[in-house]
C-alpha cells in the first residue's frame, strides 16, 4: 500500500512538474526583443505582412519585435540565419510559399528543408491567377488552351525568375493543360508585368495581389482563379475547378516558423498571439485591401501544409526538368 502511495506521488509530482514547466517556457515568451527575419527585401508581400504581424506581436506581448530583412542567394541566406538561431522563440522566420519550392529546386541548401523549422502557423494565403495581355485573342482558358496548341511554344509565360511562383505556376499549367509555352524569366514582378502589358510576353500567373490593379484598370485580362474558391476581389473570374481543371489550386502563402528545437510550448504561445493579432479588425482591413484572405491556423496544420507544399512542387519540379540558375 505505501508502494503504491509513493508511486502515485511520483507521478503527480511528475504531472505537475512538466505542466509547471510547459507554462513557465510559454510565459517567457516576450521576456526579450523578438527578432523576425525577412529572407527578402523591404516592400514586398512577405515583408508588409511580417511588418504586419510584428506590430500586433509586439503590442501583445509588450516587447519589441523587430523585423530584419536578410536577402541574398533566393531567399537562403535568410533561411539559413534563422535556421541557426537559437532555439528559445526569441528569432522567427517569416516563411512564404518559396520556401517549399527551394527544398525540390537548390541543391546542397545549409540545412534540411524538412525538419530545420517547426511551423507556428500559416498567417495569410492568396490565391493566384492566369492573366494574359488583352490583345491575346482568348477570352477564357479553353480558346488560350487551343491558342497553344495550334502552335506550340508561340505563346510566352513571363515569371520573375526561375524558380520563383510565377515560373511554378507556368509550369503547372503546361502540365495540367498539355500545352507547350515559352518561359521568358526576368529579374523580379516589375520587369514582367512592364513586358507583359507591352505584349513581349502573353500569359502570367501571378498572385491575386501583384496583379489586381491592372486587371481592374483594363491593362491585363483574367482568364481563371488557380484557387478552391473564386476571389472576393475578382468575383467575374472563374476557377480552375469550375473551368473544369481540377487540382490546379495554386495558394501563395506567408507564415511563421522557429527554429527546430523550439519549445512546444513557446510554439503554441506564438501561435496564440500572432494569430489573435491577424484577426484584428485593423488587420483583417489592412490584408483585404491586398487582397490577403487571414488562415490562422495551428502548427500541426502549418506543418501539413509545409510538408504537402514540398512535396507537390519537388515533384514538379522533377517532372519538367527545371533547374536552379
Do not use: C
Not at 154 to 169: E, R
Not at 192 to 207: E, F, R, T
Amino acid at each position: 500500500m505505501q508502494r503504491s502511495a509513493r508511486w502515485l506521488g511520483f507521478l503527480i509530482s511528475v504531472t505537475v512538474t512538466s505542466v509547471l514547466s510547459a507554462s513557465a517556457q510559454a510565459q517567457v515568451v516576450g521576456a526579450k526583443p523578438i527578432t523576425v527575419i525577412v529572407p527578402y527585401a523591404t516592400g514586398g508581400a512577405t515583408d508588409i505582412v511580417a511588418r504586419m504581424v510584428a506590430q500586433q506581436l509586439g503590442t501583445r506581448l509588450g516587447t519589441p519585435v523587430i523585423v530584419e530583412n536578410r536577402q541574398g542567394g533566393g531567399g537562403v541566406v535568410g533561411w539559413n540565419a534563422a535556421a541557426r538561431a537559437a532555439p528559445d522563440g526569441n528569432t522567427l522566420l517569416a516563411m512564404e510559399m518559396s520556401y517549399s519550392i527551394s527544398a525540390g529546386l537548390t541543391p546542397n541548401l545549409p540545412y534540411n528543408p524538412k525538419t530545420a523549422f517547426i511551423p507556428i502557423n500559416t498567417a495569410v494565403s492568396v490565391g493566384h491567377v492566369l492573366v494574359i495581355n488583352p490583345a491575346v485573342p482568348a477570352k477564357n482558358i479553353k480558346e488560350l488552351i487551343a491558342l497553344a496548341k495550334a502552335e506550340p511554344g508561340k505563346l510566352n509565360f513571363g515569371s520573375g525568375g526561375t524558380g520563383t511562383n510565377t515560373h511554378l505556376g507556368g509550369e503547372l499549367l503546361k502540365a495540367k493543360l498539355g500545352i507547350s509555352m515559352t518561359h521568358v524569366p526576368y529579374r523580379g514582378a516589375g520587369a514582367v508585368l512592364a513586358d507583359l502589358m507591352a505584349g513581349q510576353v502573353q500569359v502570367l500567373v501571378s498572385a491575386v495581389s501583384t496583379t489586381l490593379p491592372l486587371v481592374q484598370a483594363g491593362k491585363l485580362r483574367a482568364l481563371m482563379m488557380l484557387s478552391d474558391k473564386r476571389s472576393d476581389v475578382l468575383p467575374d473570374v472563374p476557377t480552375a475547378a469550375e473551368e473544369g481543371f481540377p487540382g490546379l489550386e495554386m495558394n501563395y502563402w506567408v507564415g511563421f516558423a522557429a527554429p527546430q528545437g523550439t519549445p512546444q510550448a513557446v510554439v503554441d504561445k506564438l501561435n496564440q498571439e500572432i494569430n489573435a493579432g491577424l484577426l484584428t479588425p485593423e488587420s483583417q482591413k489592412r490584408l483585404k485591401e491586398m487582397a490577403f484572405v487571414p488562415v490562422a491556423n495551428t502548427p500541426a496544420q502549418a506543418a501539413q501544409l509545409l510538408e504537402s507544399e514540398i512535396n507537390r512542387w519537388s515533384t514538379l519540379i522533377k517532372q519538367q526538368g527545371i533547374q536552379a540558375e
